[in-house]
């Protein structure tokens, strides 16, 4: 009985300790509140209690108490629903939305930490109840340095270069390094862009580069990104200065202008290097039979 304690016990501990890790609240402001960190840590403890007891249960055949894992993943699915419903909800309030694709991706990584922390739970606690404390414990602080690693995907900075670019009015049409975005036929507006504007482009390294960076989804997420750290020159009722985003066919190149609060074009390069790529956008055409021959 002493074991299955201890078994059960260290592998909640690690468990929690790993749910505990993996929630953060950064520039992408979710969650940001004290009962979004209730909420989820209340979650993440469910998880490792139905991780830690799983193996000592099954060792002491409790079986009914087995049962719960599937319970358990009905639930978690039921929190991607419900992430995804209110981050909607909430991007109808926001001047630079997140776009549906960057919620999806939210809402899914919210549901897998769960089992993720289920997962180390229950490796934990078998390895404690089969062979002791001490390779548990080893075995969990490694899991940990594991949940942390798999916290930080692939990012802008790693599939294209990102560098500042001119904007240019050729009459009222707007250029960002010669890739045309709008007409902007009032004085002021120009004026006002011509002032406060900055522009980058985005060469892509390859094809898989290029054809992420084409998603649309991709796109809002770089442009709300880019908006949240480092403001936005616009209200409710100016549309004409919303960050935009533009798409040079022959090349593939993104280019974006963006009105900021603070007009530093280091930190512009630096928060479009660290957009997360989108698991939704992340196609590979090189992988592909068709891609490799294009290739070779």
Request: hydrophobic share 45%; with cysteine; net charge neutral.
């Amino acid at each position: 009985m002493e074991r299955y304690l201890v078994a059960t016990i260290s592998g909640i501990g690690f468990g929690f300790a790993a749910r505990c890790l993996m929630l953060r609240s950064d520039y992408r402001q979710y969650p940001a509140y004290p009962h979004g960190y209730i909420t989820h840590l209340s979650l993440g403890l469910v998880a490792s209690l139905l991780g830690g007891l799983a193996v000592p249960a099954l060792m002491e055949k409790e079986f009914a108490a087995v049962t719960f894992l599937s319970l358990a993943a009905t639930q978690f699915r039921d929190i991607r629903e419900i992430e995804r419903e209110t981050l909607n909800k909430l991007d109808l309030t926001k001047l630079v939305p997140r776009g549906p694709d960057y919620i999806e991706g939210i809402a899914r990584v919210f549901e897998a930490r769960n089992y993720l922390v289920m997962l180390i739970a229950l490796l934990v606690s078998g390895l404690c109840y089969g062979a002791g404390i001490g390779p548990a414990s080893l075995l969990g602080a490694l899991a940990l340095l594991a949940a942390l690693r798999l916290m930080h995907g692939p990012v802008i900075g790693d599939i294209a270069r990102v560098r500042p670019a001119e904007i240019t009015f050729k009459g009222p049409n707007l250029f960002v390094e010669q890739i045309h975005f709008m007409n902007l036929a009032r004085e002021e507006v120009r004026r006002t862009v011509s002032e406060r504007g900055l522009g980058v482009v985005i060469e892509p390294f390859d094809d898989n580069a290029r054809e992420i960076l084409a998603n649309n989804g991709q796109r809002m997420a770089i442009a709300h990104d880019a908006a949240v750290q480092l403001g936005i020159y616009r209200d409710v009722d100016t549309a004409e200065f919303t960050p935009v985003l533009r798409r040079d066919l022959d090349t593939g190149r993104i280019a974006m202008l963006i009105l900021p609060l603070e007009k530093d074009r280091e930190c512009l390069v630096a928060a479009v290097k660290n957009v997360p790529v989108l698991e939704s956008s992340a196609t590979r055409p090189l992988k592909s039979r068709v891609g490799r021959g294009a290739a070779d």
